[in-house]
């Protein structure tokens, strides 16, 4: 298992509307997600900040998310959700959320 965090803005005229369509997320995208691997996923917010932490139970993350990029249901939906996100300016190159580094962790 490989533990995730990531960082990426949201407007703040959008921000409750994205946490009313998380607050209600459609079930193929969930199925997605969990069909992906990922697992224990939360997003938080912090002043116009997310922060998502998951977990990845996969052997091949490259194309498990591929798989998530294909799937018809999560390209509507991130079609809705992008327009209310701001990315990181100093984000890596082909990142829409900034992937952080872990430094610590202790169960």
Do not use: D, N, S
């Given at each position: 298992?490989?533990?995730?965090?990531?960082?990426?803005?949201?407007k703040p005229e959008s921000f409750e509307e994205?946490?009313?369509?998380?607050?209600?997320?459609?079930?193929?995208?969930?199925?997605?997600?969990?069909?992906?691997h990922i697992r224990n996923y939360s997003i938080f917010h912090w002043k116009?900040?997310?922060f998502a932490y998951f977990e990845y139970h996969g052997t091949d993350y490259a194309a498990d998310m591929a798989r998530m990029a294909a799937d018809p249901?999560?390209?509507?939906?991130?079609?809705?959700?992008?327009?209310?996100?701001?990315?990181?300016?100093?984000?890596a190159e082909g990142e829409w959320w900034a992937e952080m580094e872990e430094v610590f962790h202790t169960d």
């Open positions: 298992m490989k533990r995730f965090g990531q960082l990426i803005g949201v994205y946490k009313a369509y998380h607050a209600k997320v459609w079930p193929e995208v969930l199925e997605t997600i969990r069909r992906c116009g900040v997310l249901k999560t390209q509507e939906w991130w079609k809705i959700m992008m327009p209310m996100q701001e990315p990181p300016p100093a984000r």
